[in-house]
């Protein structure tokens, strides 16, 4: 369980002063938080060329002192918290960026020199400006929400070349947006190595909203990322969520249910390492929701990964398949997002999802039909495509005697026209569906 500390979330947005945050000691009372990344250090060269951090009502430039010549805080007491944590067996990081941080590299030297200065100022270098005084933190984490992502590829490797020489062992993640790659460190997350990955599932389609549409929820891209193309084949992928319905726009679930989703993801992928949080304060105001997740997580047992069998029948090439059908293709059960045809490959805009990791020999499809398996195609119970209709990515239309699927937001792009915009599923037939229905009266009868 990892749960950012220092934005004051509930704070913005709510008016009851007795909730909003608190120091930072007081979240490491019990054993509900494992892992707390400081949120942030919002600013990568203010004056001096030194970074600043803001910890909103807790330390921050405006309210607190500062070391002259710098906009960076001197918060004696958070390094005192700090401590405190660090002495119940938390893992306490210092998180970089944020929504509205003002971060980012024009070079790779730039970013080195960042790295040196986060490690003599709140790592286990040594510094006259360090703002946690000698508390040393346990690592970094990027939650870069703009921008590209030059230099931190060499911000993360110049890093590790000073916590590699320590003898105190250093946590580096990422909190990505959900959809994938993302945007700002996409390609930074294919060549950096961190040691967890925590996936934001909130504010986005992907988010744990639509966990159960296969076309929206992706853990099994994240996984597939993680033991494949991560240059740390153990790096683990966290469940972000957010920590009360004020938290973010949407994705917010009860604890039954984001607990189930964490189970569920534990259950069928290697790569799953947790749950984090955004943030302390709005777990707090709702109930303690971080100590009843983890209190229903520790319930539900299990901290070694078993692979499931292969029980879906093996994918078939040049087979139609239905949306919702399931095979078992390349070591991982693959759902069709909508109509399927083509091999199952892990792309943010295939035909198939994968919904867990697998082993062993999958049935053949004769001994183990598939709930809706495969299927000549058939336009029965598919509308035709209209000029002035709006489609979203996955919506499915006849035309022209044949099936199309959207793949993405369309609106009067002709199936097969020059936008390019839909995917033709091949010919089909307009009574399949109702011979099938007949077939099915019969056997009733
Ligand atoms: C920062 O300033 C605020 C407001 O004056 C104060 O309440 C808080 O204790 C200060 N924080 C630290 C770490 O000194």
Redesign the pocket.
Known sequence: MSVYWGQNSYGATHSDVANFQKPLAFYCQDDAIDVVPVAFLDVFFGPGNVPSINLAN??NSA??ATFAGTNLPI????GTDIKACQAKGKIVTLSLGGAGGSVGFSSDSQAQTLADTIWNIFLGGSSPTRPFGDAVLDGVDLDIEGGSGTGYVAFINRLRTHTDAASKKYYFTAAPQCPFPDASLGSVLDAASFDAVYVQFYNNVCGLQNFNLAQDWNFGLWDFWARNTSPNKDVKIYIGAPASSTAAGTGYQTIDTLTNIAVTMRKSFPSFGGVMMWDASQAFANSRYDLAVKNALSAAGGTGFTFPACSAPAFMSGTNYQGGSKVSFGGYIWQAKFFASSTPVNTPNGEWSAISACTGSPPTSSSSAPPSGPTGGSCASVAAWSSTSVYTGGQQVAYGGHLWTAKWWTQGDTPGGSAGVWTDNGACSANKVQKQESEGMRLLQ
Not at 75 to 78: E, G, L, Q
């Open positions: 807790t330390c309210d607190n918060c004696t007491s958070v």
